[in-house]
């Protein structure tokens, strides 16, 4: 190891090859975020996780644009209309080829023995599709007003619908691309609300220890103990029906992250013991730093990271709750628009038989948790950059 | 011929004739470690040999590759490294053995492993299974290696325990480690290495984790040991005084290479190369005061004792000692008895003691990190005299400007996630404030010219720096507020012996410039005699005996001094001695004293 070598004892002069601290940008200067990014870095399924969570978020915020129609648009001629192809061109009658993007419009058919109307892709009916296409005016992310769609049928009113319909005649895309939004947000209040209860209690059992330290994690194994869904399900039946949907959902995610913070108020608890009695903290003690610098400002970088990562593996246990809750029907109610929501229609057996494409909100909810349990993974391997 | 070992490919030839009592020949070995970076070559054409009977010491620095050397040989490299070149053959009557042509993972291997070539390694705490009885974890290299049924393995084991001077073996056997004391359980691995007779037996820096008197009476097993089964050792080391003591042959190595080897008398009395003299110079230097010091204390001889800047009264500290939820009331432990010292004014007051004497407690105790159980300290200060006992929060901070600690790992006493300049500057911002920043910069860029690192180094955080330059940072920490009084609590222990005269020359230098005065903890008597005034010998919590550093250090007077110093094993090979030291019994009081 070359670098054993030390300066010579005492004053030494100043070398006259002073070498300027801005042209030295290698590891000796990268801080622990730096270092973090490049461990990071070299996890490829984090990485490629991280940007799908990115894309899941943008979908989120411009759920108005990328929706083809509004999700509450329902229209009883189309109930149950299966998925369209896009197609890029089309062979006519004469044997040439066109060029245009296009779906195909739908013909019904009767059955004659049980009268159920069923759908079939009409060749002949070509509903073309544009970019950009002009809209009803909306607000975007709520409230920049627009009346563009990314995409959507060059004439208005012509059936379009990618993802199929459900029973209502709504287009499943546009009420994929809305769910995102409320599934993907509202677990973060309750992940926010569980982190700020964890890093408090459990910084506070960590640093402190004693008496309060025991009294809280008694807290947290008496909390633990609790069955959860029989607990959700009476506070469900509890609030007043009167609330709007959300306001309800966000209560029940309250509630839950009531429990929840009790495997992050551990994670932090743990953090703190063992970094109470490092050297350096001791030193700083010495130093003469007040109680509040000590933690804030030198024992807290030490687990930032590591609590990030907590927090990246938490969403997707939010997400699922949701999911779970709503499905179950304690949880979201329509007509809030909700990936939980919309798996309800694919309740019972018989509208899965005929209309496999309600399904499609669950394999978003797959896609989800999977990305933050890899970011997540990712994290938290990058997350302490000196260990050996 | 004594010296067949060379690095020199041209003077040893590829298959040089081996004579009878060699066990093994290592010839150019290569390892290489693939990292993100580049290729570390961590061992760089080593060749040497192993002979019946005979120790050959490894002996380098931190890094230089002796432990990988080691476990090349067993082919146990851990990921990513990887053996890249070289032979390794062991000699066995029935034919030779070419270890490196074998695969890491094959059962060829695994016979030799524990049966031929056995290892001993240095933290006998982690290489010992937790969950298994010594007994058990014996047995299982008896169970691979021989055919001995369950009563014969057992009868082996307490024969083995026995041998390795355990006492009680029959009922030791089905004790777990942590029933063992450190020194115990190292015999217990020496037991288990042992078990199938190997004819070489590696020992990875063995006593570095013990105290010098268990130290001293593991080497004198594995002496003995081998006299008995007269099997070949290859020991690794740091310590030169250990390889004065114990060796036969000597291979130095440094970064990977092999610089030179020979007979234990021609490395330390004739060495050739520049590194081996540099090594050998620095574990001699610190056999003697220090030059700096004997001129200071030739010049305080001349001025009036005044008052001393610190007195310790009757301090007592008694850990675990309160009642439990139960009202059962736990008895605690008295790691420090009745301690009163004094330090004067620029005056060193060296503390050495054994791991569990108490000493890192005192001193800790007398920073108010630990709260005392009961004592007096008495700091005279700038603003005169200060009852340290009663100081609230607020007032201990003043106190913590006058009296600063050095920490004895440089790894973990800063704080990663700081650049140098914020370390150093913690201190100073706490006391002045945030407003002049500019003059903290200043103040820090001094500092770090005065203990030899740049001014532009501030930048960088510590994981640039190398644990020398990582205490010389830890020092200009300690220095920032402008200190009277520094305890260094094993300040060069962690460090390789040729920094650590540089690092005490440099606390030297600082406290002939800033009339500091000293706590210095240590448990290496070396540097206590080079670097201390006075010291004071702790034992189970109690100082036995205080005096002139000198004085201590070469006739001491209490028993159980005289046996610490005896155990200590001196860099020359004509004075070795350890085998005849003093042991100290503690009497039937000391013992009732302890519980």
């Not at chain 2, 008895?331 to 569990?356: C, F, P, W």
Request: with cysteine; glycine share 8%.
């Amino acid at each position: 190891m070359s670098a054993m070598t030390d300066p010579p004892t005492g004053a030494a002069a100043l070398p006259d090859d002073v070498v300027s601290i801005a042209d030295a940008r290698g590891a000796e200067v990268a801080g622990q975020w730096r270092l973090m990014w490049w461990k990071f870095r070299q996890h490829k399924l984090a990485m490629a996780s991280g940007i799908v969570v990115l894309l899941l978020y943008l979908v989120a915020i411009f759920a108005e644009f990328l929706a083809p129609v509004d999700p509450n648009a329902f229209n009883p001629r189309y109930t149950y209309a299966p998925p369209q192809d896009l197609r890029m061109s089309f062979v006519d009658e004469s044997g040439d080829r066109h060029w245009g993007l296009h779906v195909n419009g739908y013909r019904s058919e009767i059955d004659r023995e049980t009268f159920r109307r069923t759908f079939v892709l009409d060749d002949d009916d070509r509903i073309a599709v544009g970019f950009f296409v002009r809209s009803d005016p909306y607000l975007l992310a709520g409230f920049i007003p627009a009346s563009v769609k990314l995409v959507g049928p060059k004439e208005a009113g012509q059936p379009f619908y990618v993802l199929g319909a459900d029973r209502l005649g709504r287009d499943m895309l546009s009420r994929v691309i809305h769910g995102a939004r409320v599934s993907l947000s509202i677990g973060l209040v309750g992940v926010f609300l569980s982190l700020f209860l964890g890093v408090v209690l459990g910084g506070i059992s960590g640093y402190y220890g004693g008496w309060i330290d025991t009294v809280i994690q008694r807290l947290i194994e008496f909390i633990r103990s609790i069955p959860t869904i029989p607990l959700w399900m009476g506070l469900a039946a509890a609030i007043p029906l009167t609330l709007h949907p959300l306001m309800v959902y966000l209560i029940i995610t309250a509630i839950v992250s009531l429990v929840g913070w009790t495997d992050l108020g551990r994670e932090v608890r743990g953090r703190f013991l063992s970094i109470k009695d490092e050297d350096f903290v001791a030193a700083a003690r010495l130093d003469g730093a007040s109680e509040g610098r000590i933690i804030l400002r030198h024992m807290t970088p030490s687990f930032l990271s590591h609590i990030i990562a907590t927090v990246t593996l938490a969403i997707p246990t939010m997400i699922l709750a949701e999911t779970a809750l709503s499905f179950l029907g304690i949880g979201l109610r329509p007509p809030v628009v909700s990936w939980g929501v919309l798996l309800q229609e694919a309740q019972n057996v018989r509208s899965v038989v005929t209309a496999p494409w309600l399904m499609w909100p669950g394999a978003a909810v797959v896609i989800a948790v999977l990305s933050f349990n890899f970011l997540g993974d990712g994290l938290r391997d990058a997350a302490d950059p000196y260990a050996t | 011929m004594s010296q067949t070992v060379s690095a020199a490919p041209n003077i040893v030839p590829m298959r040089a004739p081996v004579d009878a009592d060699t066990v093994l020949t290592v010839r150019h070995l290569k390892t290489e470690f693939t990292l993100r970076t580049g290729v570390l070559k961590a061992v760089d054409d080593v060749s040497f040999d192993l002979r019946r009977g005979k120790t050959l010491c490894i002996v380098g620095e931190s890094g230089s590759g002796k432990s990988v050397t080691a476990r090349s040989i067993l082919r146990i490299v851990p990921e990513p490294g990887k053996m890249t070149g070289g032979e390794v053959i062991l000699h066995r009557p029935d034919g030779d053995v070419r270890i490196h042509e074998l695969d890491p993972r094959s059962s060829a291997i695994r016979a030799i492993r524990g049966a031929d070539i056995s290892m001993i390694f240095q933290e006998p705490m982690s290489s010992l299974s937790p969950v298994h009885t010594i007994g058990f974890q014996i047995e299982e290299s008896l169970i691979l290696h021989t055919d001995l049924d369950k009563s014969a393995r057992r009868k082996r084991i307490i024969e083995l325990l026995e041998r390795v001077e355990i006492p009680d073996p029959e009922q030791t056997i089905d004790r777990y480690p942590f029933e063992y004391s450190g020194g115990m359980r190292q015999r217990a691995m020496i037991a288990m290495a042992l078990a199938c007779n190997p004819k070489v037996l590696i020992a990875d820096e063995p006593t570095t984790a013990l105290d010098v008197t268990t130290q001293a009476e593991i080497l004198d097993l594995i002496q003995e040991l081998q006299d008995e089964f007269g099997m070949a050792v290859m020991f690794i080391t740091h310590d030169m005084g250990v390889v004065a003591e114990i060796a036969d042959e000597v291979a130095v190595m440094h970064q990977g290479r092999h610089v030179e080897s020979g007979s234990v008398e021609d490395i330390f009395h004739a060495p050739r190369e520049d590194y081996t003299k540099m090594l050998i110079g620095s574990a001699v230097r610190l056999e003697q005061p220090s030059p700096i010091k004997l001129r200071m204390q030739a010049e305080r001889e001349k001025q009036p004792e005044g008052q001393p800047i610190l007195s310790v009264r009757a301090m007592n500290k008694v850990f675990g000692a309160t009642g439990t939820v139960f009202g059962r009331k736990g008895q605690g432990v008295h790691a420090v008895r009745d301690v009163s010292i004094d330090l004067m004014q620029g005056e060193t007051l060296g503390i050495v003691g054994e791991s569990g004497s108490g000493k890192t407690t005192l001193g800790r105790c007398l920073m108010r990190m630990h709260e005392p159980t009961s004592g007096e300290v008495l700091y005279r200060g700038r603003d005169g005299e200060v009852d340290v006992m009663s100081l609230d929060r607020r007032s201990l901070k003043d106190l913590y400007a006058d009296m600063r600690m050095i920490f004895q790992d440089p790894y973990a006493s800063l704080n990663p996630r700081m650049t140098v300049q914020q370390i150093i500057a913690e201190p100073l911002r706490n006391r002045q404030g945030h407003g002049n920043a500019a003059a903290i910069r200043d103040r820090v860029a001094d500092l770090l010219v005065r203990v030899g690192l740049k001014p532009e180094h501030m930048e960088r955080y510590p994981h640039a720096f190398s644990g020398g330059q990582r205490q010389r940072i830890g020092i200009a920490r300690a220095l920032a507020p402008n200190p009277k009084i520094i305890v260094a609590d094993e300040a060069t222990s962690a460090l390789d012996v040729s920094l650590r005269s540089q690092i005490l020359d440099l606390l030297l230098e600082f406290q002939e410039q800033l009339d500091l005065s000293f706590i210095f903890i240590s448990h290496d008597i070396s540097t206590v005699r080079y670097f201390c005034d006075r010291v004071a010998v702790m034992y189970r919590g109690e100082i036995v005996e205080l005096g002139a550093a000198r004085a201590v250090c070469d006739t001491p007077s209490h028993a159980y001094t005289k046996a610490l110093l005896s155990a200590v094993p001196r860099p020359d090979p004509t004075q070795r001695g350890i085998h005849k030291r003093h042991r100290y019994v503690a009497s039937a009081s000391d013992e009732r004293a302890s519980q």
